[in-house]
């Protein structure tokens, strides 16, 4: 039994992937031999609703000067946050005068945009490399990791902020009770924190396993949200679907009493709570139709090659180390990964050692069917791709269910 990071209780996983390596970890041939594993599992925990990984990597072997992840390589991504920033701004950064903090700001993909209107602004960045694109668009970035400690030091300095974002990272960090304390002593007291992550109704929903890797430490509901930030004071004033990253929840949160409450809270942990994310019963469900989806998947692409045909992958995500660790896709079942982020090219993929390369090596070579690793920027590529289906290129997604198309 391992014991839940929220609440400390002690919960039973419910899934288990194996041996998994770093999602990002994309390496040369000669490091081969020095690969790091970990035991890839996932649990419940009854009391608090919090689903998470039994175990994680160090923050250190995941976060560093070569973090592969640079988040404006997606141009849908740099739109989605130049609309949150608009939100914000006509919601709750009012003032001209505010400050706002951002903790896993990367490249600055958010940050410009109050940048660019002069608004005092902090982004919390430990990765080296992404932090120094930030600090050359004029993004303000201190490569940190963000906890309470480091929210006494910036109070300390630049005063209180008005608000506090952080898209794709509360999920990645397993002391959340250090961060939620942070946001409380970081943020005024009429400050808001707005933060979005891969929602789990999404994942149960879509068998999206691929979620999960060493990163993503939680998965979060409506229901385990509300219970890390009651500790703190805070409560969830507002939530709002989002459908990057294959299906997200964006969260409001405030001191209690603050803010009104929008009635969309109640009502989505109504349904949460119809669905069954507060008991065991559909996580085993779940694992179940992970284990179909591999099967189907396998399936499929045994049959691909048996046929002679060719089949390569199509973005380098993080996601698709789980599916090719899990599902166990060799070099023979797919002959290469396209990628358009430089550090990946030329390197292989974390553990089952697929070169990567480029995406106009992609375009050269059309292969007959391309496994659609990047699922969650299915509609970017689509409408970019159209001269691989005009020359007979097909599919191949498992989300929600294994299946071609073209
Ligand atoms: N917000 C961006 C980046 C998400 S990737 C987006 O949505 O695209 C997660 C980022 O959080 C990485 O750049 C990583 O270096 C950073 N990160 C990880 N732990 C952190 C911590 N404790 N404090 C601040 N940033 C952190
Ligand atoms: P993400 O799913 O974590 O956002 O990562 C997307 C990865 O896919 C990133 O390495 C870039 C790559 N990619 C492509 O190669 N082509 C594309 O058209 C898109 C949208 C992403
Ligand atoms: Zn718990």
């Known amino acids: 039994m391992a014991k839940c990071l929220v609440c400390n209780s002690s919960y039973d996983s419910f899934i288990s992937f194996g041996r998994q390596p770093l999602a990002n970890g994309f390496l040369l041939e000669k490091d081969f031999g020095k690969e790091y594993f970990f ?6 925990c009854s009391n608090c609703k919090m689903v998470q990984l039994v175990e994680q990597p160090n923050r250190e072997q995941m976060f560093h000067e070569n973090y592969a992840f640079y ?45 660019k209107k002069g608004i005092k602004h902090l982004g919390i960045e430990p990765s080296a490399n992404v932090a120094q694109v930030a600090r050359e668009r004029g993004v303000n970035t201190v490569v940190e990791f963000f906890d309470s400690n480091l929210a006494r030091k910036i109070v300390s300095q630049d005063g209180q902020a008005d608000a506090f974002f952080a898209s794709n990272v509360m999920c990645h960090i397993p ?64 939530i709002e679907p989002q459908i990057t990253h294959g299906g ?7 001191n209690k009493g603050a803010y009104q409450v929008s009635n969309r809270v109640k009502e989505q942990i109504n349904l949460e709570k119809e669905i069954g994310l507060e008991k065991m019963d559909v996580y085993q469900k779940f694992a179940s139709n992970v284990k179909k989806s591999k099967d189907d998947l396998l399936e499929i692409l045994r049959k691909i090659k048996s046929e002679g045909k060719t089949v390569i992958g199509y973005g380098a995500t993080s996601k698709s180390t789980t599916i090719m660790n899990y599902c166990g896709i060799t070099p023979d079942l797919i002959d290469y990964i396209s990628d358009t ?6 390197k292989f993929s974390p553990g089952m050692h697929i070169p990567v390369k480029s995406y106009e090596h992609f375009v050269k070579k059309k292969p007959d069917y391309a496994l659609l690793f990047a699922w969650n920027h299915k509609e970017e590529i689509r409408s970019k791709e ?17 299946h071609i198309y073209c």
């Open 39 to 44: 035991d890839m599992k996932v649990g419940f």
């Open 71 to 115: 988040s404006s390589t997606s141009s849908y991504m740099v739109k989605h946050f130049e609309k949150f920033s608009e939100t914000l701004l006509s919601r709750y950064v009012k003032s001209p005068d505010s400050f706002v903090v951002e903790m896993g700001s990367n490249d600055g993909i958010m940050l410009q945009n109050f940048a």
């Open 386 to 402: 159209k001269d691989y289906c005009n020359a007979k290129g097909k599919w191949i997604t498992h989300v929600p269910n294994v």
């Open 175 to 238: 002391y959340i009770g250090s961060i939620v304390e942070g946001v409380k002593i970081l943020l005024k007291p009429s400050g808001v924190m707005a933060f979005e992550d891969p929602y789990l109704g999404d994942i149960i929903d879509k068998t999206s396993y691929d979620q999960i890797y060493d990163e993503h430490v939680f998965f979060f509901s409506l229901l385990s949200v509300s219970h890390v930030f009651e500790k703190y004071g805070m409560e969830l004033i507002d």
């Open 248 to 254: 997200s929840m964006r969260y409001f949160l405030a």
């Open 341 to 346: 982020t430089p550090i990946k090219q030329g």
